[in-house]
């Protein structure tokens, strides 16, 4: 089996620097993903050395991108397309990380109809503190990332 780590995120995302928001994939299945983020202190969500709520909720998103681009690439062998967030619902941030951190996204994926797919998301430290957690719907277009 192919070491998730080493593909370049590039490959997986249609999102370019500097707002990609995972470093990389690091599990992956037909029911859900993992991905993680390192926090820069230079990252466009972190001000005063913490990461927004902002950031992690695009981190979720990006880590159903990820799992998304990783299907479309590695098993499909496609482009990887762009999807576009219809809904994000029951959000609750118990925490923002640090700058200086690394962060740990996991998607579940729900339900799935056509090209829309409905994901929880938890993200935690790697000690297993739960800093956020939402449901997201995400739809996938025809459109190729460039």
């Known amino acids: 089996m192919m070491d998730l780590r ?3 995120i590039e490959n997986l995302l249609p999102q370019r620097k500097p707002f990609i928001m995972v470093d990389c994939l690091t ?3 037909a029911s859900g993903a993992a991905a993680e983020l390192y926090i820069a202190e230079d990252n466009i969500f972190t001000d005063n050395g913490v990461f927004s709520c902002y950031g992690l909720v695009e981190n979720m998103a990006q880590t159903c991108a990820a799992m998304i681009g990783y299907y479309s690439r590695y098993v499909l062998g496609k482009d990887v397309c762009i999807g576009v967030i219809g ?3 029951n959000v609750r941030i118990y925490g923002l990380p640090e700058a200086g951190r690394t962060v740990t996204t996991v998607i579940e994926v729900v339900t799935e109809v056509f090209n829309v797919k409905m994901v929880k998301a938890r993200t935690s430290y790697s000690d ?3 800093l956020a957690e939402g449901t997201l719907k995400i739809a996938l277009t ?3 990332a460039e």
Request: positive net charge; proline residues 7%; charged residues 35%.
């Open 6 to 8: 080493k593909i370049p």
């Open 27 to 29: 599990e992956y299945s």
């Open 87 to 89: 809904a994000v619902r």
């Open 128 to 130: 297993g503190t739960l």
């Open 142 to 144: 025809d459109s190729k």
